[in-house]
């Protein structure tokens, strides 16, 4: 137990891991036109995400009340850092959707407090464990989606499973995926829920994981169904083919890929990465959240039993075989901006 307390306090041993700050756009400089869009990624910490592209903005997993350890060991009760949430979550005022994979507390438990506080007017969508939990805030209980997988990898997708976001020009696809195990083949906070909760849970094993999906983001054109920029999101790795979006005509702009436990399944993200080709792959939910919040590049350390250097070795390998891919692993505050033009 006390080797356990230890490592999660200090996280990762390994120092001088290659995160980045600040705000990276890789093609501004060859992409060029009158009406060029921009998608910016704004990484926000232990797996949450900002994606902006003009009014259409969506938070996925914010999460910024980084838990001790003795919260995550459910010795201490839990609830959203308040003070923290006032200092580093960005503007999310116009967000129209806040998407969530899976309700552990670590992708959920600060939703409650941003839809009712900074991003009043989007609508939250989540399985339907995550929605059980979330009717015990009854100011949420017309703003909550609950949502099922509509794309099982190996089948054929029907455009009629998208989910269109209202307000907007963006669809997503939630994906049947799975959690991988948190440490030594355990999985904990598993479970489901089939009923409404009276209360928002206080203990971080109260917060169950629920099914767990995967997400593919489609920022249409303004004027039609062209796709401008195409996201996959993870917000838990996976065993292949799970989570796996459908094979398209069109590479991924970006994935965006979950460090934690990769080790703890198969060819993760190897797989993923060799049949969606994406452009550019994001490494999130890598940095340890059991340590107070901080966007100190000096300060940051790897999320607990994560191996991140072998992650990393992983996606390199992909990013050397492929044509004008990149890779990123960004702080907590850091953008990647993507950019394309509406004409071609």
């Known amino acids: 137990m006390l080797v356990l307390l230890g490592v999660m306090m200090g996280g990762c041993a390994i120092r001088g891991l290659p995160a980045t700050g600040g705000v990276v756009c890789p093609e501004c400089g060859v992409t060029i036109c009158d009406d060029r869009q921009t998608l910016s990624i704004e990484y926000l910490g232990s797996g949450g995400y900002l994606l902006t592209r003009g009014d259409d903005v969506l938070l996925l997993g914010p999460f910024i009340s980084n838990s001790g350890v003795l919260e995550a060991m459910n010795l201490k009760r839990i609830e959203p850092d308040v003070d923290a949430l006032e200092a580093w979550l960005p503007d999310v005022s116009n967000a129209k959707a806040i998407i969530v994979g899976h309700a ?3 992708h959920l438990m600060d939703v409650p407090w941003i839809a009712k506080n900074r991003a ?5 969508y989540v ?3 995550g929605s059980h939990v979330l009717a015990a805030d009854g100011e949420l209980h017309d703003r909550v989606h609950p949502i099922d997988a509509a794309y099982w990898p190996g089948t054929k ?4 499973l998208w989910v269109e976001i209202p307000r907007t020009r963006v ?3 939630p994906i049947e995926s799975e959690h991988a195990p948190h440490f030594a083949g355990l999985k904990f906070m598993k479970g489901r829920l089939t009923e409404d909760q009276k209360e928002l849970p206080k203990r971080a094993r109260r917060w169950v994981e629920g099914r767990t999906y995967a997400f593919l983001i489609d920022f249409q054109h303004p004027e039609d169904d062209d796709v401008m920029f195409s996201v996959h999101y993870q917000d838990a790795a996976s065993n292949p083919t799970l989570g796996f979006p459908p094979a398209r005509d069109r590479r991924l702009d970006a994935a965006l890929v979950c460090v934690a436990s990769h080790h703890e399944v198969k060819d993760y993200p190897d797989d993923l990465l060799a049949q969606t080709q994406p452009r550019h ?3 999130g939910h890598w940095e340890n959240f059991f340590a107070p919040y901080t966007r100190d590049l000096d ?8 191996r991140p250097q072998d992650f990393i070795e992983r996606v390199e390998r992909y990013v050397f075989s492929s044509t004008e891919a990149s890779w990123s ?3 907590p505050g850091a953008v990647l901006e993507l950019v394309a033009c509406p004409n071609g």
């Open 104 to 106: 552990h507390c670590d």
């Open 120 to 124: 009043k007017d989007a609508k939250i």
């Open 157 to 160: 997708l029907r455009a009629a």
């Open 281 to 283: 792959v994001v490494l």
């Open 299 to 306: 300060e940051l350390r790897g999320v607990p039993f994560s």
């Open 329 to 331: 692993m960004p702080a």
């Open 171 to 173: 669809r997503i696809l």
């Open 127 to 129: 399985n339907r464990t």
